[in-house]
């Protein structure tokens, strides 16, 4: 699963820095946020449960912060090569799991650090033969 995972995004990153080049923020974040509607909606109608209020106020204030966060994604990705970009998204796991362990006590497990150093040395790989 991790494997398709780090194939999509890199799909993703060449994709959105190729679609950069030629449309601007707000048409690309248009088709992604639709796309993403359409496919997380057809699993919603299976799993569907009515949001109290308050979880209401919530799933909004994650779609605006999301919106505004995947906004400032897009229009970086205009100014930086594709290599960069692909370290930028691969350290948003690595931040994404500090804050884990630190706000909600996970556990820092064996798969845990094997992640992280794969991680890291992908990371690594491409920083220093982008150099070369």
Known sequence: M???S???SSVAVLS???ARKNDRSELIIFYLMGT???V???FMLFYWAQPTFTQWIYLCISAILGLAGQWFVTVGYKYIEASKGSLISTS???FAGSLGVIWFNDQITFTFLL???LILSAQ???LYSNKK
């Open 40 to 42: 997380n909606g057809l």
């Open 6 to 8: 780090g194939i999509t």
């Open 115 to 117: 992640g992280t150093s």
């Open 92 to 94: 948003r796991v690595l």
């Open 36 to 38: 993403g509607f359409v």
């Open 124 to 126: 690594m790989y491409i």
């Open 2 to 4: 991790a494997f398709i």
């Open 16 to 18: 959105l820095r190729q």
